[in-house]
């Protein structure tokens, strides 16, 4: 059974840090995009940021460019997103997802489509107060 798993939610003052962890189990993603996504109270699902494969391809949203860095230790099977300089607007649930296969999409902007991942975790709440 796959499972991805976050961590490292919490509540948070404005212009503090936090650290998602996202650690996948049941099979291995080391060789597909994985991608972070977020949904605030009576909001859609939002895309964050993605990290190819190899990690040399990354993308973030404009809302969280320069303050946020997605990362991976595809020896561990995880995925990682570093929140730097949190605003109050940065509140909502986040979610891990992962790719199934290998793809010829990525990079081409439809890694931020919530459609193109497959297994997606059950999300962490971060609480950034003003």
């Known amino acids: 059974q796959v499972q991805l798993v976050e961590s490292g939610g919490g509540l948070v003052q404005a212009g503090g840090s936090l650290r998602l962890s996202c650690a996948a189990s049941?099979?291995?993603?080391?060789?597909?995009?994985m991608g972070w996504f977020r949904q605030a109270p009576g909001k859609e699902r939002e895309f964050v940021a993605a990290?190819?494969?190899?990690?040399?391809?990354?993308s973030y949203a404009d809302s969280v460019k320069g303050r946020f860095t997605i990362s991976r230790d595809n020896a561990k099977n995880t995925v990682y997103l570093q929140m730097n300089s949190l605003k109050p607007e940065d509140t909502a649930v986040y979610y891990c997802?992962?790719?199934?296969?290998?793809?010829?999409?990525?990079?081409?902007?439809?890694?931020?489509?919530?459609?193109?991942?497959?297994?997606w975790g059950q999300g962490t709440q971060v609480t950034v107060s003003s």
């Open positions: 997802a992962a790719v199934a296969s290998v793809v010829s999409w990525y990079g081409l902007g439809y890694e931020q489509k919530p459609d193109r991942y497959d297994y």
């Open positions: 049941g099979r291995t993603f080391s060789r597909y995009p």
């Open positions: 990290m190819n494969w190899s990690g040399t391809g990354t």
